[in-house]
Structures are given as structure tokens and as C-alpha cells.
């Protein structure tokens, strides 16, 4: 009879833990501004400000016909995740008072190009592709981190440092809103796309002319990660990550760069230019950086109390030219892609 009852007492424990550990299948943690409506209220005045009139331009990767990362055992293909975290952000920057403009707000196909052309001619001041990640062999089911991609390498021409700022910021938030680290790869958890595809990099970050970044959420391959990913309320925690790096990133400023030498025709082979330099936080010096064309130039001088950049050309060629620049504020944050397009006509003197 005795062992009858513990038979019996050892099977209810069996269901019982069962239970449990059916029920904690998926596991994560919500944010403090999910459980607390004073932290959420607290963040809300702190940060919207910065985010209120800022236009964002989402894209939510793959749809459509385009739906190979099926995600572990199929659950849910990884297009339609990309799409419920991207509807979640979208509702989280449009309650903040930003202006959102999507490639896609439906399970429809968008060509990779038309993405970018979408959003340079939106209007947006930055892109940002939402994506879940899926390991290079198809029966890897452990692989799983959180990624935030940018365009080229540093010492690229095509490399623009205010993305990889913008990536700094989202990544930091979203993995410590899913509680991932950053991968291997990276000791912040962003990366180049050329570690992807060397010297090309992802169609969407390379052709977007705005400041642009790709963010590969989680692994919807991995065993557990799969579980909390087909749940909305864990999508929601995505896509909260995603905001709140974005408000922040704001917050820190962005120097804006104003050419005043228009027009921009030179008749004399050796000129100067001056912009104004411009930012809430004030200009770190030693950030400078000017190119003509693709070569450097150290001739210039910075005026800090108003705030003028003069760039000295020497001997230039008759012909197009382009003056690139970069500066970042006391916060780090670069300033967007700035090219200045100079015409030199012939020396007439
Ligand atoms: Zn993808």
C-alpha cells in the first residue's frame, strides 16, 4: 500500500513539474517600463521630447514570396517576425510623435533596391531593417545572439560613422531588452556588413543614402529562442528595445554641417570654404575630418567661439569635385553624410 502511494505521490510531482516546465517553455523578462507605469511615464518625459517630429523609416526584411528562414521546426517564418516587431516599433515612435514610413506594412514582397529608393526619397532621416538571424548550416540549432549591422569598415570612403553610432544605440538596448549578448564577433555586439559579404555588404545598407542600420533581433533557429519569438508580448519587448535605443540616440544630438559659399562654381584653383558647425552639446575639435575627393585635408582651422569650419583647397583640376565632412559632438554622435559637390572652371586670370 505504501509503495501504492508513493508511486503515486512521485507521479503527481512528475505532472506537476511538467507542468511548469511546459509553461516556462520560453523565458524572458519584461522591462521595467512593461511592469512599472511610473518608469514607462518617467521615460516618456525624459526621452520624447528627442524623438517627437523625428522621421524613421522601418523595414521589415524578407515577405512576400521571400520566406527561406523558416525558424526552428517551422514555427514561424522569420518574414512575419520581421513584420510584427516592425508594426510594434512603428506604434511605439508614432505614440512618441514620430513621423513612421514603412516598406511594407502587409506579408508582400519588396524588392531589396526599391527599399532603399523608398527610403531615401521618404524623406526619413534614418533606415532602420529589422530581421531575425538564421545560422549558415540548416541543422545549427543553437547559435543565437543579437546584431545591429552597419555599412563598410572604418577606413572605407563609403563608411559613415553616424550609423554605427545608431547602431552602438539600438544594439545596447535591444539586447539587454532580450537579454542577449552581442555574439563573438564584436565586443559591443555591432558589426560591419563586410563581415557578411566582404567588400558589398547587406543591398540595403549600401544603396540607402540616409544613415542606415540592420538589426538581426535574435536567432529564430534556436531551440529556446523560438518559443518566446511566436509570442506577441516577447515581440513587444523587441521592438520596445529598438525604441528605446532610438530615443536615445537622439537625445545625444547629431552636429549638423551648413555649407555658406553658395553657389558652389570656383574660378581660382586655390579656395577656401567655410561652414557652420552646429549642435546642442558643441563640436569635439579633434573630430574633424575633410576629404576632397577621397584624399584627406589638413589644411583647415575651426573657430570654436563661431562656430566656422574653414577648409583650404589648393591646386585643384578643373572639374567636379567633392568635399566630404565628419564631426561629432561632446556626445560622440557623428554627423550625417555630408558631401558637397565643388565645380572648379578654368583659371580665367
Ligand atoms: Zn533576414
Known sequence: MVSTKIIIGVLLLAVIFYGCSAGKASYYELPAEFRQPEKRLEFAEKYYPYITGKKIFIDPGHGGTERGNKGFESFEAEAN????????????LKRAGAVVFMSRTKDTTVDLKQRSIMADSSGADIF????????????NIWTDYTATYYHARKNNYEYEPCSHDLAKYVQRDLA????????????????????????????????????????????????????????????????????????????????RITFLNEPNIVTDDSTSFTFLLSDSTGIDPGS?????????VNNLFYDEDLYLLTVNITNATTGIHSLKIVVANKNGNHSFPFRKEIIFLPNIR
Do not use: M
Not at 517576425?81 to 511605439?92: A, F, T
Not at 563581415?195 to 544613415?211: A, W
Not at 518566446?228 to 535605443?245: V, Y
Open 81 to 92: 517576425l520581421n513584420l510584427k516587431v516592425s508594426l510594434y516599433l512603428r506604434d511605439y
Open 128 to 139: 532602420i531593417s529589422v530581421h531575425h538571424n538564421a545560422p549558415a548550416s540548416a541543422n
Open 288 to 296: 574633424i575630418k575633410v576629404q576632397f575627393d577621397s584624399t584627406d
Open 176 to 255: 539587454y531588452a532580450v537579454r542577449n549578448s552581442g555574439g563573438l564577433g564584436s565586443f559591443n555586439g555591432t558589426y560591419s556588413d563586410y563581415t557578411v559579404y566582404p567588400g558589398d555588404g547587406f543591398s540595403v545598407l549600401r544603396e540607402t543614402k540616409i544613415p542606415a542600420i540592420l538589426v538581426e533581433c535574435a536567432f529564430s533557429t534556436n531551440h529556446f529562442e523560438a518559443g518566446r519569438l511566436n509570442e506577441d508580448e516577447f515581440n513587444r519587448i523587441e521592438a520596445w528595445g529598438i525604441f528605446k535605443g532610438l530615443c536615445r540616440y537622439f537625445k545625444a544630438d547629431i552636429p
